[in-house]
């Protein structure tokens, strides 16, 4: 009986033969496009999931409070005593490791050098806690002795090619020395971290490096990842409720004017599998996904599998009239009902069957590609486990039976007597359902032309925001003691150059973020008055206003010709604004104590975006170290004039010339600002190149849906014809019911739009506008899409011979 099913099952595909390409390539089309979200998705939900304690691994974070309690950051990183003490008071804690980003450090071996941004400082039980294959050495000592370090392949290989890394010694900094104890397989794509290498934690015990009692003392210096391991079924919620409690035994009060310091700080305790999706802390190790993103590509997948579904079902009942004589005569001979059912659920379930391995012989050539628009490592390697194969076997099944029931059940209700007779018509109730399915496709195709013409603006909104700084030609390069030592003599040189115009350093440059601020006062009678805003602190030397370009709304900048301005301050405007001061020039001159140093300020700067849209203008502070004194980490060059090569050629001699030791390296820095927004770029292209293939799938559907309804209707068009109907009336008659359809689903897509692409925008600060124009554009194009689709078949009709016409039946 089964092979009887499928027998006629597939004489039926290959009679109505566009109906079945157009059903076998929506659905092929939709399976493809659902397997790789789904992969995709997968991927993004398995994040640290390989480390085999993953349920059990917590990170430390803490989130800091101003003094009328608002958030003013929330920090992925805590300070290093944390890490001391926790364990200390909490036993029950098993394990607890910290790592600490050096930042970029100068690494060597012979003639050999580079700047290593993946280099971490690791405590020695690390690999106890993360599950990451150690290929030589061994892990429980390899990390113990200071001035040890180990490699990722990748790492050993760049610095020793095929030689034996082991006991080999690179030089730290140009002053250290670290022996290789160790290399290591690299952490996974799908990690939150990948250290390229890992240098021992008691190696920062040194002094020079950062010091024994800084580690136990330091509660300031927010720098450290700290993750602790606790035992199965560990009651977290209680811990977390005892934190405040641990914040005000531990920290020193007297940082804040005896006040307890869980007033200001909190602690909390992040899972270790939701830091990729679920984090919004500030420095992260890399950046982040979000669960949004997995929930919007989600629902693309089921809209586009749903749309191909749709087109099933309106073709297979469309083309109902066709089968009618042959159910007529099936019911006749014997056949039941239940036995209908199965012959064209079997039609739909091979049809999806063969959509399904076409789809997955798609996979191969298609994740490549995919690969290259997305910047991810994606595989189909995911799907390798028993759940989701089992999942993709049930799949064709579940969509076979979803898009093939009702069409099932309706042909089959068939009255043979009728049929027979000649006397069945495809009209009735299931037009209404057709009409409510073509509806829905075209409401999920309007959603998604909204959301891809917001995304869009968004996009465009961002790159063309004035940023209130000038961030073309301006070269960013490291500074570190070494940069540090000869500065000067280099500067000087640098602006000898006619193409080179400043040069200036900074402790972050615009496209970083902030750190936040230091205790601040200001003048209030005889005394001076704590600052209630929450001032975010940026080092700065005498050129960093000019060379960024950043205009002076009142007072006067930094400058040489004052010796005493290392005692004195800059702030923004909205600096100015939140301390009181309007208009803005009346900052100027205003007594100011920032982080222990009293002094006045001298000028307000405007207001300019030093961190992404995604955060507002925060109130910023400006402070000039002394010259003995090294708070830079980064050095801009502007480049004079449009001849860039010779000005990286005169660059890049004075660097090797002063500099020989420290590695030669630059960004640009706008295009540190194209990678702020790079993964919103990125999700656009993928979210547009989804979209237009559901819209592509809906107008497949409809093409071949008004085809077979233009058809029913051949003799009544070539009667309007002899009766003097033109062929734009005739057009006109044929396409209006779509266009009605377009209005009401327009109508209903708006407010589901607007809610999505509105829930989206807040995640930017500063954001484009959902203008009224974008939803009567969405229709518009929707509305071509119809009518272009449908018209195509009209006028042919129109055109036909009136004679063929009326000989059609």
């Known amino acids: 009986m089964l092979t009887n099913y499928l027998k006629i099952a597939w004489r039926n595909l290959m009679k109505y033969k566009l109906i ?8 092929t089309v939709g399976l493809t496009c659902c397997l790789l979200i789904t992969i995709y998705v997968l991927h993004e939900l398995s994040y640290d999931r390989y ?30 005593p944390f890490g001391y003490y926790l364990p200390t008071d909490y036993p029950d804690i098993q ?36 599950t990451v294959k150690v290929l030589r050495g061994n892990p429980k000592t390899a990390l113990i002795g200071p001035y040890s370090v180990m490699l990722t392949e990748e790492t050993a290989s760049k610095y020793f090619g095929t030689e034996d890394p082991m006991d080999k010694i690179l030089k730290f900094n140009n002053r250290f020395s670290l022996k290789v104890t160790g290399v290591y397989r690299a952490f996974p794509s799908n990690a939150h971290m990948h250290p390229g290498m890992l240098i021992s934690f008691s190696t920062l015990k040194d002094t020079a490096i950062y010091g024994e009692e800084n580690l136990r003392t330091s509660w300031g210096d927010n720098s450290f990842f700290t993750y602790l391991m606790f035992p199965k079924g560990y009651p977290v919620d209680q811990m977390r409720a005892s934190f405040p409690a641990f914040v005000d035994r531990r920290m020193d009060k007297s940082n804040y004017n005896g006040m307890r310091p869980s007033l200001f700080t909190r602690l ?18 890399e950046p982040n996904g979000d669960i949004k993103r997995v929930y919007v590509f989600s629902f693309i997948a089921l809209f586009i599998l749903l749309i191909a579904c749709i087109n099933y079902m309106n073709l297979s009942t469309a083309r109902s009239a066709l089968r009618a004589r042959e159910i007529g005569i099936r019911k006749v001979v014997g056949a039941s009902r239940k036995e209908l059912v199965m ?31 997305s910047g991810e490592d994606l595989s189909l390697g995911v799907l390798y486990k028993p759940w989701v194969i089992l999942l993709m076997l049930v799949t064709p099944f579940a969509v076979g039976l979803l898009s093939g029931a009702y069409p099932a059940l309706f042909i089959s209700s068939f009255e043979p007597i009728k049929t027979l007779k000649g006397l069945f018509r495809a009209n009735g109730s299931h037009l209404s359902l057709r009409q409510v399915l073509v509806g829905a496709q075209f409401a999920i195709s309007i959603i998604l032309i909204i959301s891809t013409i917001v995304v869009y603006r968004q996009m465009q909104y961002i790159q063309q925001a004035a940023l209130g700084y000038d961030k073309e030609h301006v070269v960013i390069m490291p500074y570190n003691n070494q940069v540090h030592d000869h500065y ?19 402790s972050r440059i615009p496209t ?188 497949l559907g409809l093409f071949g849906l008004s085809a077979f309804a233009i058809s029913q209707r051949t003799k009544e068009i070539g009667i309007r014809k ?62 071509l899409i119809a009518l272009v689709t449908v018209g195509f078949q009209a006028v042919r009709a129109a055109w036909l011979n009136p004679v063929k016409s009326l000989r059609s039946e």
Not at 56 to 64: A, G, L, P
Not at 108 to 123: G, H, I, P, T, V
Not at 348 to 359: D, G, I, R, Y
Not at 488 to 506: I, M, P
């Open 20 to 27: 079945s390409f157009i059903n076998l390539f929506g659905l």
């Open 51 to 80: 480390n085999e304690n993953a349920d059990r691994i917590y990170r430390i974070t803490r989130t800091f409070n101003n003094t009328e309690g608002v958030v003013s950051l929330k920090l992925s990183t805590v300070s290093s």
């Open 95 to 130: 394990k607890m490791t910290r790592l600490l980003n050096n930042g970029i450090t100068p690494l060597q071996y012979r003639d050999k050098l580079f700047n290593e941004k993946d280099a971490y400082f690791a405590d020695e039980n690390l690999f106890d806690m993360f």
């Open 268 to 285: 909390d305790l992040q899972k270790l599998t939701d830091i990729h999706l679920h984090s919004h802390m500030d420095y992260e190790a």
């Open 343 to 373: 012959q064209f659920l079997s039609e739909s379930v091979l049809l999806t069957v063969l959509a399904n391995l076409l789809a997955f012989s798609m996979l191969y050539f298609l994740l490549p590609f995919l690969n290259r628009l």
């Open 488 to 506: 000067e003599a280099f500067r000087t040189e640098l602006l000898r150059d006619a193409g080179l115009r400043d040069v200036a350093r900074s």
């Open 512 to 699: 970083g973020r902030l750190l936040d601020g230091l205790d601040a006062y200001t003048l209030s009678g005889d005394s001076m008055k704590p600052v209630q805003s929450d001032l975010r602190y940026l080092a700065v030397d005498y050129d960093f206003v000019a060379t960024y370009g950043i205009p002076v709304a009142a007072g006067r900048n930094f400058s040489r010709t004052f010796g005493v301005d290392t005692s004195n301050f800059l702030i923004n405007e909205t600096a100015a604004a939140a301390l009181g001061w309007t208009p803005v020039s009346n900052a100027v001159g205003n007594d100011f104590k920032y982080g222990g140093v009293q002094g006045h300020i001298i000028g307000v700067v405007g207001d300019f975006h030093f961190e992404s849209l995604h955060q507002k203008i925060a109130p910023m502070v400006f402070a000039l170290p002394s010259p003995s004194q090294n708070f830079f980490n980064a050095l801009s060059v502007k480049i004079a004039g449009a001849n860039t090569d010779a000005a990286m050629s005169a660059l890049e001699k004075s660097w090797k010339k002063y500099y020989p030791e420290v590695p030669y390296e630059y960004t640009f820095l706008d295009d540190n600002f194209d990678k702020l927004y790079q993964s919103e770029q990125k999700q656009g292209s993928l979210f547009t190149l989804f979209a237009c293939i559901a819209i592509l799938i809906a107008c």
């Open 722 to 783: 002899v009766l003097g109907a033109e062929t734009g009336g005739i057009v006109m008659l044929l396409s209006k019911d779509f266009v009605r359809l377009v209005g009401i689903a327009a109508l209903i897509a708006f407010p589901v739009a607007w809610y999505a692409m509105h829930r989206w925008l807040l995640d930017f600060a500063y954001r484009t506008n959902i203008s009224w124009w974008i939803y009567l554009l969405a229709a518009a194009i929707a509305l």
